[in-house]
């Protein structure tokens, strides 16, 4: 099952139209003047959605894994070059596997961690364990020391003094709070304290000083509101949300603050933002117009604006995207995407320009891929 699939009752959809309809009445709706555009680029190898995409140190992306129109996981990966506008297969996985995590290492390798290994006939996820490596010099996977507990809709953190971070997962029926450390120099991970409160398909974000803050990603009221910070291998609960969020992103802002966006709940037009000192969430200016409530992504930009773009609303999906201001605390309309997506990737490329490649689309699983210019 589609983890988005529970998003679509109709209660929640008849709110959100009931919510637009207001703001289009009141004159409140974005404006419709627009900056950015997105143009197609190379397509890729193969359509897949759910996968990973990584920024290596040479200024290429990595994709792999991922689930295809098929239904089928997949292990292949493949490299994008932003100076041809072409994708070229490299060395596949040894494990097949989506919804994992992928995360850049100091040393330049790509610690690709768990993921969901499959799915029965009856709906049951089964996570996956294994953890491997991606070497851009040889265009290989290695595998690496297993995590301690099988996770998909996890959170991956690369931290300071260059170890990684995982915490959670499962799904949002049934979430967890155990979290461990991955030692590139050991090739092992390691338990370390578990989190106040299960979460599964959550955000979490390094902050300047070196904390994690993490948030969200729990079904009851009080533990989707919830957010906590990890230190030295510690988990003190901060303040709490404005509103409930159990499928989010964040982005750190320029500024130190951390702006969330989406969740399946009945204010997820309401998007805000954490300041850690003091430990704070405040809302933004309504993004007025019927949100993607999850499979969007959230990218920031070099000019200090946070672009979302596609994901799933409740009228189907959202190929629009959207601009939020830090310095204004507003949201502003800007080019929309060539097509409907959600599950998709978007990698801010050194050239300032944005990523967007696979997903889902109204004519199935995606294998093209467009720039966003800002």
Not at 284 to 307: D, M, R, Y
């Amino acid at each position: 099952m589609n983890h988005l699939d529970h998003y679509r009752s109709g209660a929640i959809r008849t709110l959100l139209m009931g919510l637009f309809a207001v703001a289009m009445a009141t004159g409140t709706a974005i404006p419709s003047s627009a900056q950015g555009t997105w143009t197609n680029t190379g397509s890729l190898n193969t359509a897949r959605r759910f996968h990973s995409a990584t920024l290596l140190m040479n200024g290429e992306v990595l994709v792999a894994g991922g689930r295809d129109s098929a239904g089928n996981t997949l292990t292949s990966a493949e490299l994008y070059n932003p100076a041809t506008g072409k994708w070229t297969v490299t060395g596949s996985l040894a494990t097949a596997r989506y919804i994992h995590s992928a995360t850049l290492l100091s040393n330049g390798e790509v610690l690709v961690a768990g993921g969901i290994f499959g799915i029965d006939i009856h709906g049951v996820i089964t996570c996956d364990a294994t953890a491997e490596l991606y070497n851009p010099t040889t265009g290989q996977w290695t595998t690496t020391g297993s995590m301690g507990k099988s996770r998909c809709y996890h959170s991956a953190t690369l931290l300071t003094d260059g170890t990684v971070l995982v915490a959670g997962g499962g799904t949002i029926s049934s979430p967890d709070n155990s979290a461990e450390i991955y030692d590139p120099s050991k090739g092992t991970w390691k338990a370390t304290g578990s989190m106040n409160v299960a979460r599964a398909v959550t955000a979490a974000t390094l902050l300047p000083n070196g904390q994690v803050l993490i948030s969200g990603g729990n079904s009851t009221s009080a533990g989707g509101r919830s957010a906590e910070l990890y230190t030295n291998g510690h988990w003190n609960l901060t303040t709490s949300m404005n509103v409930l969020r159990q499928s989010l992103t964040a982005t750190l802002l320029t500024n130190g603050d951390v702006l969330v966006f989406g969740g399946s709940n009945l204010e997820s037009n309401a998007t805000e933002f954490y300041n850690p000192n003091p430990a704070t969430w405040s809302r933004t200016q309504c993004f007025c117009v019927s949100p993607p409530i999850g499979g969007h992504t959230e990218t920031l930009l070099p000019n200090g604006k946070v672009l979302i773009a596609g994901g799933l609303n409740e009228y189907h999906f959202f190929f629009g995207a959207r601009l939020y201001d830090p310095s204004t605390n507003f949201w502003s309309a800007t080019g929309n995407m060539n097509t409907f997506r959600s599950g998709h990737t978007a990698t801010l490329l050194r050239n300032g320009q944005v990523l967007a490649a696979g997903g889902s689309g109204s004519s199935g699983v995606l294998a093209s891929a467009e720039l966003y210019r800002p």
